[in-house]
């Protein structure tokens, strides 16, 4: 097959690109001084060069709680002008499937979990990242839209839960919870710093994936596209606090100090666990487990951040 891919040098995207089945398809997937995701001329005349049979939409400005309270208009304009152009842009030069990548902020902040499908755009987006959500939301609903208009076309969306793994960003001002976590106990494990300061009272609720298994159900998707719904979440059907990752990644990294909690910060929404009751019935599951994928995690940020 003939893949065309965003977002090649992003976590996702790498892990796309480095799982074995990679091997059997030609991919394009340039990088950002090659394409301009934002030019939706040079977009389209990227996609209609390359003639791909699928389109995979990976690519998308990201980051945690601190980034997306501090940039929001970047967060929302950014992920819904990447997003837009790369899908009217197939659906232009007449590209019969294409995966979009969504995200469980896309759910209401007072969803009751586990969040299903179905309860995307029925209540009030949770502040923190509510730019990001929007974005992610629209690109969605227009994927949507165009199969209705010609089914042809099947464009379909897959909302992973909160990723992490090899090539993954551990800067604090881009990283997500496990990664920032994982910087955050190696220092500290260095410093012999005797506490660590968790946001809140650590008792929100996460569901994270390592990305190398998104990956792998990605893979799947391209190889049994008919059979894919054409809305579907990506999760481990099973949710930790916020307390228990600290705990899990201290494990890992060697870390022996005792945490804290600053009451002052925001924790985001308390739980978000995404509903596999599609994913299941389609025949797909997670590998790998949270200390293999923490342990994995934290090797690749040795080998190339510390």
């Known amino acids: ?97 294409l995966l979009n990548l969504g995200s469980s902020c896309m759910y209401p902040r007072n969803a009751v979990n586990p969040l299903r499908e179905e309860m995307v755009l029925q209540g009030e987006l949770e502040p923190t990242n509510e730019g990001y959500a929007l974005a992610k939301t629209v690109v969605s609903r227009l994927c949507s839209y165009i199969s209705r208009e010609n089914p042809e076309f099947q464009y379909k969306t897959l909302i992973p839960c909160n990723l992490y793994g090899r090539w993954d960003k551990f800067a604090p001002e881009h990283s997500h919870m496990i990664p920032a976590v994982i910087r955050k106990l190696h220092v500290a494990a260095l410093k012999g710093d005797k506490t660590v300061e968790i946001w809140g009272d650590g008792t929100a609720r996460r569901e994270f994936m390592y990305a190398g298994d998104v990956a792998d159900c990605i893979h799947r998707a391209a190889a049994e596209f008919g059979s894919l719904p054409e809305l579907m979440n990506v999760g481990m059907g099973d949710d930790h606090s916020v307390n228990d990752y600290y705990q899990a990644v201290a494990e890992v990294v060697g870390y022996k100090g005792a945490f804290t909690h600053d009451l002052t910060k925001p924790a985001g929404m308390a739980r978000k666990l995404v509903d596999v009751t599609r994913l299941k019935s389609w025949g797909w599951a997670p590998k790998i487990t949270l200390k293999e994928g923490i342990a994995g995690a934290y090797e690749f940020f040795r080998s190339t951040c510390s």
Request: hydrophobic share 50%; aromatic share 8%; proline share 5%.
């Open 1 to 97: 097959m003939r893949i065309f891919l965003t977002g090649g040098s992003g976590m996702v995207g790498h892990n796309i690109l480095e799982h074995p089945a990679a091997a059997g398809h030609e991919f394009c997937a340039p990088d950002i001084p090659d394409l301009n995701l934002f030019d939706f001329a040079a977009v389209k005349a990227a996609v209609e060069k390359f003639r791909p049979d699928l389109v995979i939409h990976a690519a998308g400005r990201v980051g945690g709680i601190q980034a997306n309270m501090a940039n929001p208009v970047a967060f929302l304009l950014e992920n819904l002008d990447m997003g837009r152009n790369l899908v009217w842009a197939a659906r232009q030069c007449g590209v019969k499937k």
